[in-house]
């Protein structure tokens, strides 16, 4: 940390695989990472140096270097995986990265990181879990109410231990996880803050491990040690398979946990999971993530989660031994146990109710403005002993005013709390979570919007995007976008939080990735989810159409569905640069590749198609072979492209020359001699331009087809899932951003502004989900939340906004600054890649087009600067051939290109509206350099 007072170049951002501050890390060698500011144009790394420490739980032990990467010179390195000595299980480092740039200036950051169990061996605890036998049946359901008697739905359980302490600890951690899922208390507090822990993952192959500081929990003396199991995705109802209804993988939820306690003496003492535990029935009399929860204060034990001595026996308050059993030791086994990768779903947002209304004498409708995923927070007042409150989640009203719940099939989403001896009592239930914007509460005769919240609870992905905008409607899509990932991120990628689904649908994941990535970063939760993808794979190599795998749902990946075990490894090491995830991933890439080819050896992908869900509720219909084997060239390219990052030489000219053997199987098969695509749809071309299928000289007349099928559309969209991701780019790329915008705009289905004009807050499943002619769609299939077809966010950012990386660069080191102002009169987007801030904002006024761009250090950006006289460019004021940092790259109609190196530029022009408007935008196609899509670098 020594040299210049102020430093051109600092590190900031500084994250352990992929995390801040993680604790519990499992890799034995994670990637550490940082991000680079500078306030001057031009700053660079020229080298830096990474030591890491471990820090002793007592001080007085001192810290001890365990790796020194020394001075290392290299301008584009922002992570260096770890190499130093072995890291020590439950040990917390700290970290230090130091970078010197090009003026030998240096400036340091530091953070830590701290390991889990790194391993089997290193646990004791044993699954414990309740007597099966003392479980209680569920109230017989009342008129109207819930089946409850075909639900099968169980008590969630309690379960505790007290202990002893000498002293209070000088660090105390809970290592905890569940066959279901768990919530942890010690002394009366709740333990961490992770929802629905430890998440979904394929039980029978992997379960994850939280862990949690509860060093300020633990105190001198007595203690106690609780927690509350329920069924979750282990035992509950998940998905939609009628010929399986919950219990995919267990009966009964089991919780395993180990308190390790460290004093200020050297001693260590661990609590763990065992026959020594009490356990009992909860009051929560079942908790199901599609049913609902139901809570009954008649049955609450006080004082459950605290030392006996914690409460008096008068008050009601102290902890009673009645119908407390010993746990039941249901196994010892650790060989799946492993560290959660993802950062946790947690509560984390609280919404206001909008409004309140009374609907009857005790029924009122809230209204919480906006769609999501979540649960409320109840405060109940005027309760009577045994009372039932029924609260019923939707995302819509019908047409007289109350819920509309037809949609979430056999989802109850209900709620319930029933009363104790209190008047009062604030319900939130605990393991469920709804998707909706309206909540109905029954049996309460008074109401305010003070009394509810909407709870808005997701994986903590944080934020890494923003864009902003003059259209208020594509302000309104942007935000339903953000809306439709927060709702979708729960535990996995799921096509929609609300009905009887909620499954990690793979094609969906991978055609909004790109968006998701833009928005947050979604780096460790992608990295949880493709174990999940990776261990669904079939032996014979085929991925699946959900992960986790679920028995019952098709299991052989569709084209598109399948295909994103190539596709979204691909895209998270382009936007983050870390090659792990291409390495973990490219057997079973190639193995997916490998099952495709072996069945499909004439190489147009007919047969094994798993249930062929083609353009998914696309208004057109793209031949299915089409669609395949667009996509089997795809998933060769990219895993050659893989390869070859990898320096799998071998396996990247193998997969090259298959890759190049389909596209020309598919231009022989589906592509005439004048550039039509079979079938001659808007996806079909959109396939083919994307993925680079066509020919050389069929690319112009395939683009200028597109854009003639679109305009011909309206312009419009006949689009579904497969093809909507790829409109706007490849319209942009075909030089006619003005169609994009266009669609942008359109406001009758299908589009994306008919949604947001009928009061969506969240991307709809469908183009027509409702109309006013038709109504609500068949509710047999129809979410309002979504994301698929929100697929569109990426161009906001890239084509908007101007905000996106070039072709063939990863890790922002090569950013493409390109804006589409179309007809509005501004925008500008941030995005915090994983090299620094990158940002863009237009502005045009008085015929004059400003546009800011900040490149990160180590970064350099080809800006396309809009000018409606491109040699009239300037930058900071001066003619931009004088800029210092500009590289004048040459003119296209409408924009001057240039090469900037990393800092701050402003550049402005003539506002290239009315020269764009002269030009007939078709003719772009024919000029210039052509499209350039990733797949031709
Ligand atoms: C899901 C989709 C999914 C599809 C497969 C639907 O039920 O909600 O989003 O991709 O099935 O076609």
Not at 173 to 185: N, S, W
Not at 262 to 291: C, F, I, N, Q
């Amino acid at each position: 940390m020594s040299g210049d007072p102020t430093p051109a170049l600092a590190p900031h951002g500084l994250r352990c695989a992929h995390l801040a501050e993680p604790l519990g890390i499992g890799d034995p060698a994670p990637l550490l990472a940082w991000r680079l500011s500078s306030s001057r144009r031009g700053a660079a790394q020229a080298r830096y140096r990474v030591r890491v420490w471990t820090v002793p739980a007592r001080p007085a032990e001192g810290e001890e270097q365990v790796w020194d990467t020394g001075e290392v010179a290299d301008p584009d390195a922002v992570s260096v995986r770890y190499a130093g000595a072995p890291l020590r299980p439950r040990t917390r480092y700290r970290w230090e990265v130091a970078v010197t740039g090009a003026d030998g200036a240096t400036a340091a950051a530091a953070s830590w990181f701290e390991t889990g169990m790194l391993g089997p061996a290193e646990w004791r605890a044993s699954w414990i879990t309740h007597d099966t036998g003392d479980l209680d049946v569920v109230d017989a359901p009342e008129e109207g109410e819930l089946a409850l008697a075909d639900h099968g739905l169980q008590p969630a359980i309690r379960l505790r231990r007290a202990f002893r302490t000498a002293a209070a600890p000088v660090r105390a951690r809970l290592y905890v996880t569940a066959r279901g899922l768990y919530e942890m208390r010690l002394n009366g507090r709740r333990a961490g803050d992770a929802e629905l822990a430890p998440g979904w993952t394929d039980y029978r192959d992997r379960v994850d491990y939280q862990v949690y500081d509860v060093t300020a929990l633990v105190t001198a003396g007595e203690n106690v040690l609780a927690g509350t199991l329920a069924d979750g995705w282990w035992s509950g109802f998940v998905g939609f398979d009628p010929r399986r209804l919950g219990a995919h993988y267990g009966d009964f939820p089991e919780l395993l946990a180990e308190l390790h306690l460290d004093y200020a003496d050297g001693a260590h003492e661990v609590v763990a999971t065992g026959g020594d535990w009490l356990t009992r029935r909860s009051p929560v009399r079942y908790a199901d993530l599609l049913k609902g929860e139901c809570h009954d204060l008649r049955r609450e034990t006080p004082g459950w989660d605290r030392p006996a001595s914690g409460g008096t026996a008068s008050s009601g308050t102290a902890f009673s031994g009645t119908g407390w059993l010993p746990a039941q030791v249901t196994g010892t086994d650790h060989g799946l146990l492993t560290a959660a990768v993802a950062p946790p779903v947690r509560a984390v947002e609280e919404l206001p109710a909008r409004a309140v209304t009374r609907t009857g004498a005790d029924r009122h409708l809230v209204d919480f403005g906006q769609n999501f995923a979540g649960r409320v927070r109840l405060h109940a007042r005027g309760l009577t002993p045994g009372a039932r409150v029924v609260i019923r989640h939707a995302e819509a009203l019908d047409d007289d005013g109350g819920l509309y719940t037809d949609n979430l099939r056999t989802a109850d989403a209900t709620d319930v709390l029933i009363a104790g001896d209190d008047p009062e009592a604030v319900f939130e239930p605990r393991f469920t979570y709804h998707g909706f914007r309206y909540a109905e509460v029954t049996g309460l005769a008074e109401l305010d919007a003070a009394d509810i919240t909407g709870v808005v609870l997701h994986n903590d992905t944080p934020w890494a995007g923003e864009f902003a905008c003059s259209d208020p409607d594509v302000e309104r899509l942007y935000q339903a976008i953000r809306w439709g990932q927060r709702s979708n991120f729960v535990s996995v990628p799921t096509d929609c939080p609300q009905r009887d689904e909620r499954l990690g649908w793979l094609a969906d994941a991978q055609v909004f990735l790109p968006t998701a990535c833009l928005n947050a970063d979604v780096a460790a939760f992608f990295a949880g989810w493709l174990r999940e993808v990776r261990g669904a794979q079939s032996p014979g190599g085929a991925f699946p159409n959900v992960a986790p795998r679920l028995a019952g749902v098709a299991d052989e990946g569709a084209p598109g569905w399948g295909d994103a075990g190539v596709i979204v490894p691909w895209h998270l090491y382009r936007v983050y640069g870390d090659e792990r995830f291409l390495a973990d991933n490219l057997d079973a890439m190639r193995a997916w590749v490998d099952h495709v080819h072996r069945h499909n050896p004439d190489l147009v992908w007919r047969h094994r198609v798993g249930p062929h869900f083609a353009d998914w509720l696309a208004p057109e219909p793209t031949p299915r072979e089409v669609v395949a084997t667009a996509y089997f060239a795809r998933s060769a390219g990219l895993t050659a492209r893989a390869a070859g990052v990898l320096g799998r030489r071998d396996a990247e000219e193998r997969y090259g020359a298959l890759a190049r053997d389909v596209r020309a199987a598919f231009a022989e098969h589906f592509v005439t001699p004048d550039g039509r695509v079979a079938g001659d749809t808007q996806t079909g071309y959109l396939l083919a331009l994307a993925f680079g299928l066509l020919p050389e000289g069929l690319v112009r007349p395939a683009a200028h087809r597109l854009a003639e099928l679109v305009e011909a559309a309206g312009p419009g969209i006949t689009t579904g899932f497969l093809g909507v991701g790829l409109l706007a780019p490849v319209l942009d790329e075909c030089g006619r951003p003005d169609l994009a915008h266009a669609l942008l705009r359109r406001t009758d289905p299908p589009s994306w502004l008919h949604p947001l004009r009928h009061g969506a807050t969240t991307i709809w499943e469908r183009w027509d989900g409702y109309t006013e002619e038709r109504g609500f769609q068949a509710a047999a299939m129809n979410s309002f939340n979504h994301y698929a077809l929100g697929s569109i966010g990426e161009w906001l950012y890239q084509g908007v906004a101007g905000l996106g990386q070039a072709p063939g660069s990863a890790g922002y080191r090569e950013l493409l600054i390109r804006p589409r102002p179309g007809e509005l009169d501004w925008a500008r987007a941030a995005y915090e890649s994983v090299r620094g801030t990158v940002r863009t904002a237009w502005a045009r006024a008085d015929g004059e087009l400003r546009l800011e761009v900040a490149v990160p250090p180590g970064a350099t950006a080809i800006v396309h600067v809009p000018a409606g006289d491109p040699g009239g460019v300037r930058e900071g004021g001066v003619p931009v051939a004088e800029a210092a940092g500009v590289e004048v790259l040459g003119t296209e109609p409408g924009a001057l290109r240039c090469r900037v190196s990393s800092g701050d530029y402003r550049f402005t022009a003539a506002d290239p509206a009315a020269a764009l408007r002269a030009a007939a935008p078709a003719a772009h196609i024919h000029r210039g350099a052509g499209p350039r899509f990733e797949e031709d670098t």
